[in-house]
């Protein structure tokens, strides 16, 4: 038997227990050995819950039993979860999280100290709750150089970008709504500025680059300033507009953002709507792979915290080798970065005179038109340094909105 402790009996945690409690005999069997549940902490009771017979509210009591060999820690936040994970660690149990936060914070950190005491840290659901992406890039992607991972990694503004683009409704009133229907946080800050999806591209980055990527050196836009109008000219392109978390390597450098983008109908997250997320890789010898599911929610990603369960139980005593060293990773600077731009300016009814300044600041564009938009001037233009397209925009008066392009 292996016996396990639960940090945290909020929305994944209580997930946890329930996957565990549901399909036990379908999970001890690829575990090979029998799955307990000894200890959940919480500084909250439960009453009339089962879970209340082995609640505890001291950290202490799990970390000074022998007989606990795996943690899961699904409380979020760095602390105490940080000082909790580590302690598991140096005590020779391995842990199993869910916190994007602390992984993209001292994944490496300890990553390294399960290494030294043979035991694990994994974190399949910090990234894309249910969507296995960690270890088939860990594990099955080994022999390709990735040199691409582009993601929709965040459900709650994929949720709201799809009901913006489908019923051409304001971000105000959306977001509401997906409040309203359990889709966003009542602080929903993290997701609809960026700060969720910048944590998950962080990770993949550094388990792909094999060093630590800070998710504060990667340049972040929400989509606080999408409006209805710029999917009026979207739909005329036939494309769609995403938040996406994108890591590309050129040359020997990876180079990491988070931001809105308007992208065409061959790409391979064009169809990725709703509270889904999608991951697009790109190797060397592989070429293109998708990972597409359900990228948040109690039991998705409970599920893919229990699926790291079973691989600890299937490692007692064996380290899993993660590449990701401590050593940080130099991100190309975003200045230098190369996308082409979609822009709105007002129409100032000087025509050749406009369209002049436009070509003299960006080059030859193309010129996009929507139905039931007037006063306004719309174009993409060519590939561009984020620096020059900056120095180029900032002469311009009257910018009602910028997003890059991808096709």
């Known amino acids: 038997m292996v016996n396990i402790a639960v ?44 879970v209340q017979e082995i609640l505890v509210h001291d950290f202490d009591v799990i970390l000074k039993d ?6 899961v820690e699904v409380m979020g936040g760095v602390e105490p979860a940080y000082t909790f994970t580590k302690d598991a660690l140096l005590a020779g149990k391995s842990v199993c999280t869910s ?31 249910g969507i ?21 990694l965040n459900g709650t503004t994929n949720y709201i970008l799809t009901e913006m683009s489908e019923k051409g409704s304001a971000f105000e009133d959306v977001l509401k709504d997906a409040q309203e229907k359990g889709y966003a946080e009542r602080n929903p800050e993290a997701d609809v500025e960026g700060y969720d999806a910048c944590r998950k591209i962080a990770i993949l980055t550094s388990l792909v680059a094999g060093e630590q990527v800070d998710y504060e050196d ?28 994108t890591s590309k390597k050129i040359g020997d450098t990876f180079y990491s953002m988070v931001a809105p983008v308007m992208i065409g109908p061959n790409h391979p997250l064009i169809s990725v709507n709703g509270v889904f997320n999608g991951i697009f890789v790109h190797g060397n010898v592989l070429d293109d792979v998708m990972f597409y599911g359900r990228g948040a929610g109690k039991l998705p990603t409970a599920s893919a915290v229990v699926s790291d369960i079973v691989d600890a139980v299937k490692h007692i005593n064996t380290n899993i080798i993660t590449i990701w060293a401590e050593k940080k990773s130099r991100l190309g600077k975003f200045e230098d970065f190369e996308n082409k731009f979609f822009v709105r300016l007002k129409d100032k009814g000087f025509e050749d005179d406009q369209l002049l300044e ?11 038109k929507a139905s039931d938009v007037e006063d306004e001037l719309a174009f993409i233009t060519e590939p561009m340094k984020e620096s020059d397209f900056a120095k180029c925009i900032d002469g311009f008066e009257d910018v009602y909105s910028v997003i890059r392009v991808d096709f």
Request: hydrophobic letters at 40%; glycine letters at 10%; charged letters at 25%.
């Open 358 to 368: 436009i070509k003299n600041a960006f080059g030859n564009v193309l010129y996009v």
């Open 99 to 129: 916190n994007k936060e602390l992984v993209a914070k001292h994944g490496a950190e300890l990553l390294s100290i399960a290494r030294e005491n043979k035991v694990n840290y994994l974190f399949e659901a910090s990234v894309g709750g």
């Open 7 to 50: 940090l945290g009996y909020g929305t994944v945690g209580s997930g946890v227990v329930e996957v565990i409690n549901t399909n036990h005999d379908s999970i001890n069997k690829r575990a090979g050995k029998d799955i307990n549940i000894k200890y959940v902490l919480d500084l909250r009771d439960f009453e009339g819950d089962p």
């Open 66 to 71: 022998p007989e606990v060999n795996i943690v």
């Open 132 to 152: 296995p992406i960690i270890r088939p890039l860990n594990s099955s992607l080994t022999a390709d150089e990735i040199t691409e991972i582009t993601g929709i």
């Open 218 to 245: 990667i340049h972040t836009e929400g989509i606080t300033k999408i409006t209805e109008t710029d999917f009026k000219y979207a739909k005329e392109l036939k494309a769609s507009i995403k938040l996406l978390g």
